[in-house]
């Protein structure tokens, strides 16, 4: 599946969402051109169970039109995040504010060599994550986050 049908599944989720209780995290694609498997990753509030995907999965059937963005078979699995959750938005920085994460920058910190950082999510600033690794305490631009996840 290619990039553009990837970004349309993306945004046939999300409408989805819209009318739902829960939220898009993500939609992977694994498999090549002849048998796909299509993984949504969803989540809400107070955290995703085997119903919820279920549900969700019945939402989508009901939609219809998923088919209309994948040109080859396809499995469709609905998952939670799981405990390593993505981190995207700054949403979601301020969410699970007092939780530990794991943040990997796109280059170094300031004047140092350092690229990764776990610990504990202290607070979100305008577009600035401050998090205590190891006691001290960083305040990492948003932009400069290569990729973010939940450490739990």
């Known amino acids: 599946m290619n990039k553009e049908n990837i970004e349309k599944v993306t945004s046939f989720i999300k409408s989805i969402c819209l009318n739902s209780k829960y939220e898009l995290i993500d939609v992977e694609h694994l498999g090549g051109s002849n048998k796909s498997n299509i993984v949504i990753f969803i989540d809400k509030e107070d955290g995703v169970t085997l119903d919820d995907c279920v549900d969700f999965n019945q939402l989508i059937n009901e939609s219809g039109g998923l088919d209309d963005y994948i ?12 405990p390593k959750r993505p981190l995207k938005n700054l949403s979601d920085y301020i969410r699970f504010e007092g939780k530990k994460a794991r943040i990997k920058l796109s280059a170094p910190y300031e004047d140092s060599s350092k690229k990764v950082f776990v610990g504990t999510i202290e607070g979100v600033m305008g577009s600035k994550i401050s998090i205590n690794d190891s006691g001290k305490i960083f305040d990492i631009c948003f932009d400069d986050i290569l990729k973010a996840n939940l450490d739990l």
């Open 71 to 82: 040109d080859s078979s396809y499995t469709l699995e609905v998952s939670s995040p799981g």
